[in-house]
């Protein structure tokens, strides 16, 4: 366990430091659709619900993965689609 | 293929998605690459399912049918539904989705490892000996996880939740009084109280750690961790908006993170860690833009300075009312015009009314521009989507540094259902709610219209003593009523 944890806190760290230098850079205009969009990322949950839901392990375990899925999935896919609607309107005429 | 080989598959496909997720969120940089940004961070997600579905053991697949079908149908509908206008509580409320998947992955999997753990404990037993420890299935790491998903996931649903009714400005009735949702509502010894249940959320976490053989815990966790978001919460009203929504859009990015260490998965914590860095820079930028700490905002809440000056004080007899058709001549022969919009723009709905304004002074040889204050509105950037909407071209939504050292040769300011935002009390009283908030100077522009329905606080409820200066005139109307007018007496003149 100690190595592999070790190695997914470095991943995490600099993830951070990733996004951290990423999203400082976003101007205040699409502060909205960068929420819905990194919101919409969040909804990477899904990985996790769908191995989950995948098992044969009980009727619990069954249920909680599906509502899992289910909820991710209109995350993400809700998430997309609104960011998607909102950049969309943001042109440069002339 | 061999199991080796697949897993190595997998993981690759998991370090795509992480890259393109990472583009996708550069893309974001730009309105001009925006879309293809966040169609890039759509393919990453696009990528990670299938890598997972392809190659991730599933005997199950009905249940996983049927929630991705269920899912994508709800996200589409609402989606495709939801006005302009109610995109901060859509966000809200899809973000707290997040957070519910988060701990729900957290709760299958502690109960699959129950399970795995009895029945290798009921073989060795069968079998003549004891389980050794080393074998239990369950890490510490994994406990931890478990614990740090499910109270995080769970305050960011519920969290949320209460974000998205008070910015759906719900009401209910109580004892023949009505409550507007967004109102901030305080408990009576609500530090006590938050801190008795914050206290009791450490204490089921310690107990789902030690005790990994039953998920009860886990589950009183979970339903703690709700009180507490809704507790944290329903304190936060009106302009603090902004603030909490950006802390929960962090908080749903630390539950994948933390339901990424359950499960041992990289595309888990890097796609979390940004979505969590990205809502803590928002949360710190919001707050800057209010010159107040998140502990401020989140525990304290804005009062009337009780030695400040009264309204009448500041308003008596210098407040000067005026007319569209006066506005109309005040536009005649105008270099430069700024609008500044606030909350007020988004209830009214004035967006295109304003934008139609903005296009006829131009016609008539006016520089017009949109001055936009980091937390005008109810959410990150809300103004300026609306804005958007109203098909204003995003290099006229200019930021409040960027204005503010021009405004002074600005002939005309209008300021739209804004207050605090323009309050010049934040720059000379030292003693103010909101002194030392970086606010639009629109005080320094030749005249100033306010249109306003009437002299009524903003949501620091200190009066404005923009509204009495010389160079001020208030316009007393709805935003959306109040351009029409404006644009009909302009037509006419």
Redesign the interface.
Known sequence: ?GA??VL?LT??VL??????E?????????????????????????????????????T???V??????????????????????????????? | MEASTVAMIQNLAYLLASILFIKGLKGLTHPRKAVRGNLTGSLAMFIAVVATLWAGDIVEWPWIIAGLAIGSIAGVILALKVPMTGMPQMVGLFNGFGGAASFLVAGAELIVAIGYVATATEAAEAAGGVLPAANTGMSLQFLIAIAASGLIGSVTLFGSLVAAGKLKELCFTFGGKKYWFSDSILLPGRHVLNGTVFILCIVFSVMVVLNPTTAVWYFLLVIAAAVLGILISIPIGGADMPVVIALLNSYSGLAACATGFVINNNVLIIAGSLVGASGLILTSIMCKAMNRSLANVMFATLGPSADGPSADDVYEGKIKATSAEEIAMLFDGVQRVVIVPGYGMAVSQAQHAVRDLGNLLESRGAEVEYAIHPVAGRMPGHMNVLLAEADVSYDKLKEMDEINSTLDTVDVAIVVGANDVVNPVARTDPSSPIAGMPIIDVDKCRTVIVIKRSLSPGFAKIPNPLFALDNTLMFFNDAKKAFTEMIAAVKES
């Not at chain 1, 819905?36 to 989950?52: D, E, F, P, R």
């Not at chain 1, 993400?76 to 960011?83: A, K, P, R, W």
């Open positions: 366990m592999d944890l997914l991943i995490f993830a951070i430091f990733v996004g951290f990423i999203i400082t850079k976003v101007p205040p205009t699409l502060h909205t659709p960068l929420m819905s969009g990194s919101n919409a990322i969040s909804g990477i949950t899904v990985v996790g619900a769908l191995m989950a839901a995948g098992k044969d392990e009980g619990t375990a069954a909680l993965a599906f509502l899992a899925v289910a909820l991710a999935t209109v995350n993400v896919v809700g998430g997309f689609l609104v960011s998607h609607r909102m950049l969309a309107m943001f042109r440069k005429k002339g």
